[in-house]
């Protein structure tokens, strides 16, 4: 491994994959998401993790946003289930861990832990507010935890996963490009021309670019998987310079947990081998739960996290400068600003019409009015 590139976080990734048969052990269904969480694991994604969280680990991170250990983490990761089924899996030891119908890999179990959800959601969310959809996803949840180390034997491959590539792929692929700075590019969202001009403002201060969609489970009015993938294929087949951007999708579930998220986020990037990551206003965040910076300012809290934050300001279209532009670089004011949100575009796909050329790539803008489905609806 070349000295240049950043040491994944708790200083070795972890590798989970197994090629072993194990059908003479009982096995166990999980969810889709706990699987991709799993995979993660086992992949190196969300290295130093070895497995689903014991209570140690799980506390800590509750009360401090550290492992035990005092590694920075700050999202639980946890494999939620009923109290019998807890219960059987402690007794087993091993199990096989299946979703839905296919067997992927085995769960050494070490402990089985109630929790209150109360303490989690305050803790992670800053609210028990059951409209935060984070807060309502962990309020369904099964009242038992199940801790122990995961190894995968078999992974995930379909359609929506052709761009997923894993940390030791990623390191490998910047380390043949000869990048020294990885800035990554965290976005569950279709591209317009305003993230285009932020993503090229950072490929002129960094080696390269690394473009990695969260692909998993979202709120409603979210944009869907497959339509993020094809918008940004498209972008960076056009706008972009191939030699010096990466792209790749992340599979995990949309927490919605502001700063704490904000974290977690840098972490897997700082796993895929990037050195910067790009953290914008309210990343994250959903509706006004977390004040517009907060996602920003948790990083002084960790100076120990190593991998660089890097914040700009909003980018708009100014009609004065014609150009687009920042708070930092423009004078002029409200008036002249054009911005693009995620309501507008809904508003668009309602109603037909097609944002100017300035605003939004007409290629997303194509792939937006001809997608049959363009939002999560349940």
Request: proline share 5%; aromatic share 10%; charged share 25%.
């Given at each position: 491994?070349?000295?240049?590139?950043?040491?994944?976080?708790?200083?070795?990734?972890?590798?989970?994959y197994?090629?072993?048969?194990?059908?003479?052990l009982?096995t166990?269904?999980?969810?889709?998401d706990?699987?991709n969480?799993?995979?993660?694991?086992?992949?190196?994604?969300?290295?130093?993790?070895?497995?689903?969280m014991?209570?140690?680990?799980?506390?800590?991170?509750?009360?401090?946003?550290r492992?035990?250990?005092?590694?920075?983490?700050?999202?639980?990761i946890?494999?939620?289930?009923?109290?019998?089924?807890a219960?059987?899996?402690?007794?087993?030891?091993v199990?096989?861990?299946?979703s839905?119908?296919?067997?992927?890999?085995?769960?050494?179990?070490?402990?089985i832990?109630?929790?209150?959800?109360?303490?989690?959601?305050?803790?992670?969310?800053?609210t028990?507010?059951?409209?935060?959809?984070?807060?309502?996803?962990?309020?369904?949840?099964?009242?038992f935890l199940?801790?122990?180390?995961?190894?995968?034997?078999?992974l995930?491959?379909?359609?929506?996963?052709k761009?997923?590539?894993?940390?030791?792929?990623t390191?490998?692929?910047?380390?043949?490009?000869?990048?020294?700075?990885?800035?990554g590019?965290?976005?569950?969202?279709?591209?317009?021309?305003?993230?285009?001009?932020?993503?090229?403002?950072?490929?002129?201060?960094y080696?390269?670019?690394?473009?990695n969609?969260?692909?998993?489970?979202?709120?409603?009015?979210?944009?869907?998987?497959?339509?993020?993938?094809?918008?940004y294929e498209?972008?960076?087949?056009?706008?972009f310079?191939?030699?010096?951007?990466?792209?790749?999708?992340?599979?995990?579930?949309?927490?919605?947990?502001?700063?704490?998220?904000?974290i977690?986020?840098a972490?897997?990037?700082?796993?895929?081998?990037?050195?910067?990551?790009i953290?914008?206003?309210d990343?994250?965040?959903?509706?006004?739960?977390?004040?517009?910076?907060?996602?920003?300012?948790?990083?002084?809290?960790?100076?120990d996290?190593?991998?660089?934050?890097?914040?700009?300001?909003s980018?708009?279209?100014?009609?004065?400068?014609?150009?687009?532009?920042?708070?930092k670089?423009?004078?002029?004011?409200?008036?002249?600003?054009e911005?693009?949100s995620?309501?507008?575009?809904?508003?668009?796909v309602?109603s037909?019409k097609?944002?100017?050329?300035?605003?939004?790539?007409?290629e997303?803008?194509?792939?937006?009015?001809?997608?049959?489905?363009?939002?999560?609806?349940?």
């Amino acid at each position: 491994m070349a000295p240049s590139l950043i040491l994944p976080h708790g200083g070795k990734l972890i590798n989970k994959y197994i090629e072993k048969n194990y059908d003479d052990l009982k096995t166990f269904e999980v969810s889709s998401d706990i699987r991709n969480d799993a995979e993660n694991i086992a992949t190196g994604v969300f290295s130093p993790l070895e497995g689903f969280m014991i209570q140690e680990d799980f506390l800590n991170v509750l009360k401090e946003g550290r492992l035990s250990n005092s590694i920075p983490w700050t999202i639980p990761i946890v494999l939620d289930t009923e109290k019998e089924i807890a219960k059987q899996m402690k007794e087993l030891r091993v199990v096989v861990l299946c979703s839905g119908g296919e067997k992927f890999g085995i769960m050494n179990v070490e402990e089985i832990y109630g929790y209150e959800k109360e303490n989690v959601a305050n803790a992670v969310y800053g609210t028990t507010d059951v409209n935060h959809p984070g807060v309502n996803r962990l309020f369904k949840m099964k009242e038992f935890l199940v801790g122990g180390g995961v190894e995968i034997f078999h992974l995930k491959k379909n359609e929506i996963q052709k761009f997923r590539m894993h940390p030791s792929e990623t390191r490998s692929e910047i380390v043949g490009r000869g990048w020294k700075t990885v800035v990554g590019f965290q976005t569950r969202n279709v591209p317009h021309v305003a993230h285009e001009m932020l993503q090229k403002a950072a490929l002129n201060l960094y080696d390269g670019l690394f473009v990695n969609p969260l692909i998993g489970k979202k709120k409603i009015g979210d944009f869907t998987d497959s339509l993020i993938i094809n918008a940004y294929e498209s972008l960076i087949m056009n706008y972009f310079p191939k030699n010096r951007v990466l792209f790749s999708t992340t599979h995990t579930t949309m927490r919605y947990a502001g700063p704490r998220e904000a974290i977690h986020h840098a972490i897997m990037r700082k796993n895929f081998g990037c050195t910067h990551f790009i953290v914008g206003r309210d990343h994250a965040g959903v509706g006004n739960y977390y004040p517009p910076f907060a996602a920003q300012e948790i990083f002084n809290e960790y100076p120990d996290l190593d991998i660089i934050p890097v914040i700009f300001p909003s980018f708009y279209f100014c009609k004065k400068c014609i150009s687009y532009a920042n708070d930092k670089t423009c004078p002029h004011g409200v008036e002249s600003k054009e911005e693009l949100s995620g309501t507008m575009i809904r508003q668009m796909v309602n109603s037909g019409k097609i944002p100017e050329k300035h605003l939004m790539r007409p290629e997303i803008s194509e792939l937006i009015l001809k997608s049959e489905k363009p939002f999560v609806v349940e």
